[in-house]
Nanobody
Framework: QVQLVESGGGLVQPGGSLRLSCEASGSIARRINTMGWYRQAPGKQRELVATITSIGITNYADSAKGRFTISRDNAKNTVSLQMNSLKADDTAIYYC?????????????WGQGTQVTVSS
């Protein structure tokens, strides 16, 4: 099992910055994994923001490239998302995600979500 606890959401003006953090804990949290952030805006499907593997390979949605930076601290089992130049379109609930495998089984865990609101 993996438990994910997010922090760092809030209200920010357009052009501002926020940093989201997520800590993973649990019996298998330190297995090889990919962690990342997804978001869901009202009336829309959940979408990828960015992911990072255990060895630091990153993947970004086009909307995040150049503005957001994902990073992780394997010693602390945390993943962070630095968001700069925020726009109103970035308003959404942001979810932390952990993906790994045990044998042939793929495991997928989600945090409870943290609200990000970009508004003047």
């Amino acid at each position: 099992q993996v438990q994910l606890v997010e922090s760092g959401g809030g209200l920010v003006q357009p052009g501002g910055s926020l940093r989201l953090s997520c800590e993973a804990s649990g019996s298998i949290a330190r297995r090889i994994n990919t962690m990342g952030w997804y978001r869901q805006a009202p009336g829309k499907q959940r979408e990828l923001v960015a992911t990072i593997t255990s060895i630091g390979i990153t993947n970004y949605a086009d909307s995040a490239k150049g503005r957001f930076t994902i990073s992780r601290d394997n010693a602390k089992n945390t993943v962070s998302l630095q968001m700069n130049s925020l726009k109103a379109d970035d308003t959404a609930i942001y979810y932390c995600n952990w993906r790994g495998r045990i044998g042939f089984s793929e495991l997928n865990y989600w945090g409870q979500g943290t609200q990000v609101t970009v508004s003047s």
